[in-house]
């Protein structure tokens, strides 16, 4: 099975920066990672819909929400199928579940879209 793992979430004030990581990985001959085409961070915050924060496909173009341009950065390391998002300047605002969202070939099978489980960040006043 192809997953997404999501890891550098966390509390801070805000301000300050965080780094997310989302890796994809195959856990056997079937769900191996043929290609990874375009990756991207959701976020949601209770009571909101989940909303796009950035984009980023596989030659390296990027859009972002109006509301965190200039502030993310979204890249992506395709020799470890691994995307991230930079994170400067964070506001209580920013404060939701962000979600890793990847379309993927498997290795066997049709592409398709995969999401990871989420992190918390949470920006202080």
């Known amino acids: 099975q192809v997953q997404l793992v999501e890891s550098g979430g966390g509390l801070v004030q805000a301000g300050e920066s965080l780094r997310l990581s989302c890796a994809a990985s195959?856990?056997?001959?079937?769900?191996?990672?043929?290609?990874?085409?375009?990756m991207a961070w959701y976020r949601q915050a209770p009571g909101n819909q989940r909303e796009l924060v950035a984009r980023i496909n596989n030659g390296d173009s990027t859009n972002y929400a109006d509301s965190v341009k200039g502030r993310f950065t979204i890249s992506r390391d395709n020799a470890k199928n691994t995307v991230y998002l930079q994170m400067n300047s964070l506001k209580p605002e920013d404060t939701a579940v962000y979600l890793c969202?990847?379309?993927?070939?498997?290795?066997?099978?049709?592409?398709?879209?995969?999401w990871g489980q989420g992190t918390q960040v949470t920006v202080s006043s």
């Open positions: 195959g856990s056997a001959a079937s769900g191996s990672i043929f290609r990874v085409y375009d």
């Open positions: 969202n990847a379309m993927i070939q498997p290795l066997l099978g049709r592409a398709r879209d995969y």
